[in-house]
């Protein structure tokens, strides 16, 4: 990129870094977020701060105009995995290769690599190009403060462009598991066991055990791509007591979209299957999210991707990631999207996250080149 200097962008980032907005300390996230938009505030974009929950800080959005529909969607996060005072614990540092801190990596650098393509990039392609930006406060708690808002531009902008970390080989992703957690408690009857055909009583362990062995015969299979964890599972008080009482907590992650309905339906089944049986049924906790599920659109964009980084010596390479994050959630309104498009490193959510030096400025052109190939093609 023109006029990089990797010190300057380490200068810019140290302060970010240097920033606790993890869980509990949403003002930092506003901070964060602030920081971040205040170069392209004084380039003329325009500042949306939305406030979405006391629980988080606000989330940014910024657009270079006012659209029906936007060409690019550009997500990043301001928040970390860390508690409160770790980044006080544990400032930025860095030696020839590597810089250290807070979400150095997940992912306070990918948000300033966002900005500085964006400042980088000539009046000709921002013409072309109506972009809306988003950096969301609550990424790491599964984004279900700014969910909605961020989907309100995906469901009308072509391409997402999310900047978590590429993995350390270099390549994006296009290709995410979605994932459901179902905590269900069964509330059978209890009885003696050695009367268990005359006292009317139901185990609710036998009902969990055989949700746990429907849903892992059914689909856990590495074919498909979909795998059912039952990671917590007890019941029961004693040997000769038939259980009253279970609860199993699942985790089903799939890749595709069919695969989740499927597991929908079974679940259907298997709740009408503990009601014939007797068996009161307690939601404790369901939630889910789609797969990030390349489609034709999106192996075009990886063509063109593939153009860009021919053009620049580099080579485009994806991989799929077995986690989420915010690209589930645009990809599956229809935003065709790559992710991983942040300069790369390792080690994120632990103490050990770095972020490599070397891998900046390569990233950055490969993206500053694909929006010029986008608006080119316009
Ligand atoms: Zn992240």
Redesign the pocket.
Known sequence: MRDFSVETFLQQLEPLVNIDSGLGNPDGATQTGLMLAQPLVDRGWILERHTVSDKCGECMVLKNREAERYDVLMVG?TDTVFPAGEAIKRPFTRDEKRAYGVGVL??KQGCLAMVWILNALPKEVLDKLNIVVVFNPD??IGSPYTRELTDSYARRTEYGMVF?AASTDGSHTIQRKGMMRVHMEFLGKAGHAGYAFDNGGISAVYEMAYWITQLISRFHNAETGTSINAGVAKGGQAVNIIPDHAEVELDIRYEKLSEMEKVEACLEELTAHAEAAGVKLVTKKRSKSAPMEPTEKTYALCELAKEVCAEIGQTFATKKRGGL?DANHISACGCTTIDGLGPTGDF?HSEDEYLELSTIEPTMDFVYGLLCKIADRK
């Open positions: 996060h997940d992912m990424e790491e978590e994050s994120d």
